[in-house]
């Protein structure tokens, strides 16, 4: 039997994907959290084998991101399987970097999302295609990759930061956020700091 924990702050959420995972002979939800504390707590006193990781759990809330981090630092840690309506670049990044096993989304069809589990549980890597078609596109020799850094400067650049603001967040110089501006623009083909946010949206880099 495998052994589920469901991190999503949605209660609606989690019990429909509880009905449906319970549904399944080899599948068993056995418990469930809305937030980094709880999440932590269920996963350490419950031992899943597979934690269902939202990256979305509201304003002012620890992400998914930072919760598959805090999770996969616990002594005999599951493995974890983000489930979630985002495939950004930046999304999809920060989850694998944290420790995800995989990535799917939530309009994937039930069977998938069975099998997307079966097959972390197994330590098998499980991704959505399009987040698949991300994550290739980013080696394609020649291409001109956005770099994890250069997201972050976007993700700032869409909030409305200027460069001191940006230099502050992200520990640089002005000089330094000078230069990754030069090096987005070149790679998205812009001029603006405007078109360079909006050339992200439209691309998939960072969330609307």
Same mark, same amino acid.
């Given at each position: 039997?495998?052994?589920?924990?469901?991190?999503?702050?949605?209660?609606?959420?989690?019990?429909? %994907?509880?009905?449906?995972?319970?549904?399944?002979?080899? @599948?068993?939800?056995?418990?469930? $959290?809305?937030?980094?504390?709880?999440?932590?707590?269920?996963?350490? +006193?419950?031992? *899943?084998?597979?934690?269902?990781?939202?990256?979305? %759990?509201?304003?002012?809330? $620890?992400?998914?991101?930072?919760?598959?981090?805090?999770?996969?630092?616990?002594?005999?840690? *599951?493995?974890?399987?983000?489930?979630?309506?985002?495939?950004? &670049?930046?999304?999809? @990044?920060? !989850?694998?970097? !944290?420790?995800?096993?995989? #990535?799917?989304?939530?309009? +994937?069809? *039930?069977? &998938?999302?069975?099998?997307?589990?079966?097959?972390? +549980?197994?330590?098998?890597?499980? %991704?959505?295609?399009? =987040?698949?078609?991300? @994550?290739?596109?980013?080696?394609? *020799?020649?291409?001109?990759? /956005?770099?994890?850094? &250069?997201?972050?400067?976007?993700?700032?650049?869409?909030?409305?930061?200027?460069?001191?603001?940006?230099?502050?967040?992200?520990?640089?110089?002005? +000089?330094?956020?000078?230069?990754?501006?030069?090096?987005? #623009?070149?790679?998205?083909?812009?001029?603006?700091?405007?078109?360079? =946010?909006?050339? $992200?949206?439209?691309?998939?880099? /960072?969330?609307?």
């Amino acid at each position: 039997m495998i052994r589920i924990v469901l991190v999503d702050d949605h209660p609606v959420v989690r019990a429909g %994907l509880r009905a449906l995972i319970d549904g399944q002979d080899d @599948l068993c939800v056995v418990g469930e $959290a809305d937030g980094l504390e709880r999440a932590v707590a269920v996963v350490g +006193a419950d031992r *899943p084998d597979v934690v269902l990781m939202d990256l979305s %759990l509201g304003a002012g809330k $620890a992400g998914g991101a930072e919760i598959t981090a805090a999770v996969r630092a616990l002594d005999g840690a *599951p493995e974890v399987l983000v489930l979630t309506t985002y495939d950004t &670049e930046s999304d999809i @990044l920060r !989850a694998l970097e !944290a420790g995800a096993r995989g #990535y799917l989304l939530k309009d +994937a069809p *039930p069977d &998938e999302l069975f099998a997307g589990i079966r097959a972390t +549980a197994r330590g098998d890597t499980v %991704l959505a295609p399009s =987040v698949a078609a991300t @994550l290739v596109r980013r080696t394609v *020799p020649g291409a001109a990759t /956005i770099t994890e850094r &250069e997201v972050e400067v976007l993700e700032l650049l869409s909030r409305g930061l200027g460069n001191k603001e940006l230099a502050r967040e992200l520990f640089v110089s002005e +000089a330094t956020v000078k230069s990754h501006l030069s090096h987005i #623009y070149t790679k998205l083909g812009v001029d603006t700091r405007a078109s360079a =946010v909006a050339a $992200a949206i439209e691309r998939r880099i /960072i969330r609307a």
